[in-house]
């Protein structure tokens, strides 16, 4: 892939394609949406927002390693996609079998922020996004010029936290409609769309 004819070889285009990438990650389905969706129903939209904001603890030093080698991380992949498949698996569990909270019950703290280290500690797709798309980004940006590296990761991850706290949001505002039933229908469908990633991470070291 030649990033530089992908993003017209300018550093307007490096941050072009941060933007746009970062919209196109953002939506997409996967396991991190899901834990947003997940601890935005038993707490609020915070909550989602905190599992989001786990990108920027998570995403430096896998952004840097890929950059530097990927090719040292392949060995891994197998360890990490199983590791991941055990996480989701118990992410699922509690999704499950969590009942509707009374707003009395919800505690000050919660675990959202941890949870969505874990989730992005284990998950291969930042390593294969940062690998395969988003290192050469920065490297053909380093070829143009010190800060279009820079420019593409604030872009990417300005777009990505976004659309994701915007999900949070729209999840939180239909709390009063999915309370009860309709709580636990969200809250089973998010356990089945979990245990649907933990099968296909197994599927891939089977």
Known sequence: MDPLALADGTVLGILAAGLLLG????ILPGPLMMVVISETMKHDWKAGAKVTSSVLITDGPIIVLCALAWNAL???ENYLTAAAAVLLIWLAWKAWTSKPPEISEIPDEDH???NGILTNMVNPNPYRFWGLIGAPFLVAGWGLSPFAPILFIIAFFGVFITCKVSIARIVDRSRDALQS???V???RSCAVALLIFSAGFILRII
């Open 74 to 76: 392949s060995d891994l």
């Open 112 to 114: 959202s922020l941890r």
């Open 185 to 187: 229908t969200v809250m």
């Open 23 to 26: 919209a196109i990650e953002g």
């Open 181 to 183: 039933k309709g709580y």
